[in-house]
């Protein structure tokens, strides 16, 4: 066979384990998923046809609106403080040099490379009721002996601040790769042109990096809708139905009430969500990106 | 050094930093407390690491002790030394060491031999398929988790290591950031080597990996760091004790010994020690991983 | 308008010291250029008279007012960053009433003055684009116009032509004479290029590690160099250097032997007395050798002509010879063959001394 043959034989089987793993993990799946949805299956095996309905009940059923309300709750509150500060942190690390910069760049990416469990149990213990060492900030909220956590309006802002100390480093990666793109030249024609440190960060540091920061935000945002592992462990012994997120919800019914059908439901609400969100943040670089 | 010391010589630096380069320049005010603001951002940011792993070496009556010793008056391994001959520590080690190098190498080993077709190879489907690594980009992998566990239990691979492995080696992102790299190998090496005779999977070993060497070992580390700290996945698939990876094990096992704070702590550091051990070691490749992946989302 | 003068400025990096206690007077409204090769310190001389690069030690005067500590936005100053440096989120309007906005100016007034200098520069029809639109001539007009339209007393440039090919380059640089004489402001330019400082400068400052190596115009510095540096780097092809041995010599005049004993009679720039016998260099222009035979009664030096480049209007040829390389211009019609033996003859009149140092003779 000519040489064109012989690639495309190559080429297949370089990439055979690939599509069959994608195939059978991420095609298959998917479109089970999309399939269950319009079923009342249980966890495992099928159940029968019944249309909408898991629609309809998602429609009116007030855990999932809880959860929602929850997921959003929670992403803006963690999203922007840490877009913000990732900023804001970057801004601060890019003025120094050499070991100083390493040393507080790493203290400040350190936390991002901890499995959430990690995290859970150093914050725990921070804010235990009784014995945490920022115990003393919180102790006028209430008497008892309960981690601030444990009270249901301060639960999604911990866990928010929990979050943002956990992945700014992210963010401040990020931002100083975008920083570091603009030339120092420009800094210098604005001194030239008299400019004051303000002056500086609105009109050139914010405007340049402004496609840096969307990015950041909508990486941020895409990852917190997600969010299950953090809330499920704060939660956990408490009252977790009050804060429920989405994937918590998924997590629930199809695992505790046996409901697949209707988890798919929730999981595929959720697909539509991100994909929404990723379209917008396209939309929007390009909008102010041509202004 | 305290914490005051620490800052102290902060404080130092920072001044020396600001004023060093030219003696008649007049002192920024400004910028040195912004300097000073941003080492202090840092101490405060990681304290809580340095609180946690304190804790983790004072013995547990110190721990419930009222007031705040910055270092343990009695230092001792006694919580390390009870995790690890107490609990399965070592078998959650293994799981996560089994599993976690699983998906590294089989991820690794599949992205860059379909990056390498996608990248140099014309085939039936190509478009296709880079369509649909894009489109599993916007999936959600916690959507898929109920369709997975289904999979799985199909499969009778629940509570095994290779029930935790299959689903995470879904890594779009590996693949694209090879296609990429691999399209920025410039086309005069490749067409030297097939005049010397070289097969695309001798030109895939010898030549294109070999060239990318660095973003191998920096896409290794943190796909390797990723499934390190899966938490919902194993969680969901592990159903019993022995099978657990450390990060699941961790915060699932604390009945056996109470409300020990030191001991849990001490099992949290135990955990956390391979990844924190790779970052640092590894601090560069880490960092520019990071932003590789970040690129390919924007 | 004003004149900038530097007395004893030092800089270190560090502790490095890049620039040596240099003194420098530019007159009023005149075209100074800093002309070296890379890492001789100019654009760090720059800058610091600019004020982007505070002094270690010494003293930068504008307009005979001490400038060291103060701000740059406050020297009423403006630079040419060699980049263009122009911002690239802002219109070419925006651009050049940058600094007019931040000082809160009227929109009227910024306006009046941008299309101002539009006009001057003809960048009418760009006002509205970004930098990324324009090509490398047009962004150069814009970085210039920023700078015009904040009416300095004195403008810097940091090697601007550099981005730009060769053909644009000479087209910038007639522009860059035209706007000097136009507006008689004080120019100090930076450049490694021999060509455009010898062109645009009334009086050129060559830099060599940090140090003054000498200090005048264009012809002083190609008619009567200071030091071997000035000597080398000035003039293209570069002058051209033969060892040599002191035979004799007093306050006006040596002379020095060639290898072959041949013996040359240079004319002194240095009066004072020699230190006695010991080696020297002798410099002399292309333009000042002829090619003879080789056993002519005049020919210094004889050789093997081994690249011959003819140019139309010159040619330049190289000869071997037991001394080195030499670079020989020869007029457009100059019959000479590759490998063919010379003999080549030195204008005596036009040579150079130079001493073991470096030093002119």
Redesign the interface.
Known sequence: MGLGGQQKITALILVGPFVLVYALLFVYPTVNMVVMTFTDSPLIGWGKWVGFQNYIKLASDRLFSTAVWNTLYFVVLSVFPSTLLGLIIALGVNRLTGYWQSAVLAAFFIPYILPVSVVFRIWQWALDGEFGIYEPLFRGFFSSNMSIYRFIPAFMPVVAAVTVWWLVGFNVLLFIAGLRNISSEIYEAAELDGATRWQMFTRITWPLIWPVTVLVATIQLILQLKIFDQIYLFANGGRTEATISLVQLIYRSAFFKNQGGYGATVALVLFVLIVVVSVLQYQLLRVRGSR | MSVADAADVAVATAVRAETGRGSLRPVDGTGFVLTLLTVLGALFWIFPIYWALVTSFKPEEDVVQPGIKLWPEHFTFENYSFVLLNTKIGLWYLNSLVTSGAVTILVMLMSAMAGYAISQLEFPGRRLLWWLILASFMVPIPALIVNHFVLMSQFGLINTWAGVILPQLIAPVTVMIYKQFFDSVPKDFREAAIIDGATELQLLWRLYLPMNKGITTALAIITFIAAWNNFLWPFLVATSEPMMNITVGITQVTDAFGVKYARWLATAALAALPVAALYLIFQRRVTQAIMLTAGIKG | MASVDLKSVT????ATEVIHGVDLSVADGSFCALLGPSGCGKSTLLRMI?G??????GTVLIDGADV??V????RR???V???Y?L???LTVRGNIC??MS??GEPKARQNERADRVARMLQLGPLMDRRPAQLSGGQRQRVAIG?ALV?DPQVFLFDEPLSNLDAQLRVAMRLELANLHNTLKTTMIYVTHDQVEAMTLAGKIVVLDRGRVAQVGSPLELYNTPANKFVAAFIGSPAMNFLPASIRSGNGASLEAAIAGDRSLTVARRNGTALAGPGNCEIGVRPEHIQLVDPGAPNAIISGTASVVERLGNTTYVYVDTPSGRIIVEAGGASPIATGANVGLSVDASQAHAFGADGAAL
């Open positions: 800089k270190r990096f560090g600019a982007l690069e505070p002094v270690t030690s060291t500590l701000p740059p936005a406050k100053i403006a630079m960053f060699q980049s440096a911002y690239p989120h940058f600094s931040l000082a920023r904040r």
